[in-house]
């Protein structure tokens, strides 16, 4: 059933920053050199205000790139031509719309006959767990459902890229495990291009292929951290993921830097 | 003397009447009897109104106020019961309501769309917003007289004073909210592929609705009073023409009557807004499920 949805859908796209730099008025928020493979999960995880946000806006759209250039698939489009799409931390989604409304509202920008969006819509919503809760208005959800509903509107886009803005920031532990084991779970059904911008070092850890660490703004490149063994349930009781995690914090300041024996940046 | 706005002032209660709080009939612990105790608070001072009213008149008191040419409650009742049957006075009622309709249905389409282009655009902005300032101080009963000489009939011109009364609190509010409109809305909608018509249709007009109905239940205010000064000064039909009428003929239980009905039609155009106010920003989370 699901698989009309994705059968649509290309895999990931590959994405690529040449030299890409980004300014803000009062000066560069942004400048790096980055290639990602069509299907990882890339994961940006930096100071706070240091321009990782604006590195996803850039990709999607909604930022100008001062320098540079960004690819996707190989072509200098962006936004939704390219297939990226977003998904925000706060409430992006329209609150006088019920989750059903606002996940069709997608369709149809998408240009979705009327009589395709309702099948694909219900689809939508049972991948997220949320059927039940079709006809509930944003404000009778939680939050961890707002942010279900936001990724099925998302999804609804077909992008070939995902950028996600710590969607999940803002929810409790619990929940957080949930989406992430979702993200996973429709990840490995889709196979998107993730670049996924997060201020937890766990949660980058569990979810990425990369960890690319960023200096305090203009946001640079200070180190990317290849994950030992990628979303492996028992990741967090190996003994590299507490390295890992340590080299990490480090680099943002936090603790001494281990002495490792390669540092390829 | 008071002068005629004033006295219209004084003659529509209703125009912004909010409707009774709910909050004092909370039921529940306090058991049936203090509920309806709290239920009958309201209407205390309405019952003791009336009552004062009544016996002022009764006994024609004179104490620096006169009340010995003021109407008893019972005279204007009488007076309300015979003109609602003739057809006269409900040809003036429809006549007022008409105006009200058209000019306040104007102003909102007008008011709407103005406010939204400068909120929106820059040359809208720098175009319209100057010549806004300029004509919103000046109020609408002051253009009486123009537009007797501009319309061609009265009735376009009663209709010209509401619209141009009702006009800015619509403009003012939608212009308002297009600055408080969360970005992260417009931005979702683009990289889902939005065009600025998908924007402006899907986004801007839904988010905006809340201030914009407030702009609206403001505007049925003002419209009322504007709508009824106009007919007192310049109509031919109209409820406001028709209370100045009974004014000029001695009828002073129609004039009150008058100012009555005036009260009644504006408490009830004011309370339609509220309630398609409510049903189009259901989505608010101060709204009830």
Known sequence: MSSAVVASTDAGAPVELDKMRIDYADGPAAHLDLKVSPGEIVMLLGPSGCGKSTI?????????????AARIDGLVRLGPEAHCAMVFQEDALLPWRTARRNVEFALALR????????????ELLDQVGLTPFADHLPKQLSGGMRQRVQLARTLAA??????????????????????????ISVWRQRRTTILFVTHDVDEALLLADRVVVLTPRPARIARIVAVAHPRDPDA???????????????LLGHGQLPPTEDRKD | MTTTEERVLQAVPGAEAPPVERALSSPGRGGRLAAAAARSLPIVPIVGAVLAWHLLTTYDVIAWLRFDKVPGPLDVFHSLRVQFETA????????????????FALASLVGVVVGIGIGRSKVVAALLRPLIEIARPIPAIALVPLAILLFPTSEQGIIFITFFAAVFPVTVATMHAMKT??????????????????????????GAMPAIFSGLSVSMGVAWICVVSAEMISGQFGVGYWTWMSYSLLDYAGVVAGMLTIGALGFTTSWLIERLGRRVNRWLPGEAR
């Open chain 1, 158 to 183: 077909e992008p070939r890229v995902l950028l996600m803005d710590e969607p999940f920031g803002a929810l409790d532990a619990q929940t957080r495990l949930d989406m992430q084991e979702l993200l």
């Open chain 1, 236 to 250: 967090q009781l190996q003994p590299e993921f507490g390295l890992q995690g340590k080299e990490i914090l480090a």
């Open chain 2, 181 to 206: 409109l969360p970005l992260v809305w417009m931005d979702a909608a683009s990289t889902l592929g939005a065009n600025r018509r998908q924007v402006l249709f899907h986004i801007v007009l839904p």
């Open chain 1, 56 to 68: 996803l806006r850039a990709l999607a759209g909604l930022q100008p790139i001062a320098a540079g």
């Open chain 2, 88 to 103: 006269e006075f409900r040809q003036h009622v429809v006549s007022s309501l008409g105006r009200i309709l058209s000019g």
């Open chain 1, 111 to 122: 240009g979705v006959p009327r009589r395709e969006r309702k099948q694909l819509v219900l």
